[in-house]
């Protein structure tokens, strides 16, 4: 049983650049988020998903997007990468609402 | 005003120590709480919830108090494993159920 799985773990990107962070999870959870972590900070979410097709922005939603066509799957897209959206990513599934059950291992991104 | 404020870190102690957390949150609507731990560049883990009666998970015990609007993490007998930090989690239905955390408190168990 995996859990939920990040990929890539670290990425640098030049200005400009686009990306997208891989999530998975293979227990069948229905919602799914994404959260940012800046150093010394809490985590702040970028977008949420209550199922396959449906997904809402969070607290800080400019300069990503979200698609959730499977239950398993919901990836990150950022859009010309800024140096503001130097982070540690967190993916994170449960089973209920109003839960964080289970991260993902974070992507560290650096933009430059 | 910060929604999720923590205390301040970070929280140097000996080991065998008890040590305490505080959590205030600013929104009364607030129905969820939780503790979580994050070890140093690492993921966060739910630590435990907080239930209106307080609730204890052997070493730990976590308290609410609606009124004041805070909510506490006790760890007794500390051991060096705990060193991590501790983040504060409220979830708010005022605010579309999103999960708003704390910045985090720091903890060191020393020898």
């Known amino acids: 049983n995996a859990g939920v799985t990040q990929t890539p773990k670290f990425r640098i990107l030049k200005i400009g650049q686009s990306m997208t962070l891989q999530c998975t999870q293979d227990?069948?959870?229905?919602?799914m988020y994404w959260y940012r972590q800046d150093p010394g900070m809490g985590l702040k979410l970028i977008y949420y998903?209550?199922?396959?097709?449906?997904?809402d922005k969070g607290e800080v939603p400019n300069g990503y997007n979200v698609s959730r066509s499977t239950t398993e799957d919901f990836p990150l897209r950022l859009e010309l990468a800024a140096p503001s959206q130097t982070s540690v990513y967190f993916c994170?599934?449960?089973?209920?609402?109003?839960?964080?059950?289970?991260f993902g291992s974070g992507t560290r991104l650096t933009v430059v | 005003r910060k929604e999720v404020e923590q205390d301040p870190g970070p929280f140097n102690v000996p080991e065998g120590a008890t040590v305490a957390f505080n959590c205030t949150y600013s929104?009364?609507?607030?129905?969820?709480f939780f503790w979580y731990r994050q070890d140093c560049r690492k993921e966060p883990k739910l630590l435990m919830s907080?239930?209106?009666s307080g609730n204890e998970d052997g070493r730990f015990t976590a308290q609410l108090n609606r009124a004041s609007q805070y909510i506490s993490l006790l760890i007794r007998d500390s051991k060096l494993s705990d060193s991590a930090t501790y983040l504060c989690?409220?979830?708010?239905?005022?605010?579309?159920?999103?999960?708003?955390f704390g910045q985090g408190t720091e903890l060191s168990v020393k020898p």
């Open positions: 989690v409220v979830n708010s239905y005022n605010q579309g159920g999103k999960l708003i």
């Open positions: 994170a599934s449960s089973l209920r609402d109003s839960r964080l059950d289970t």
């Open positions: 907080v239930y209106s």
């Open positions: 929104n009364s609507a607030s129905q969820s």
């Open positions: 998903s209550v199922g396959a097709g449906i997904t």
């Open positions: 227990m069948n959870h229905n919602y």
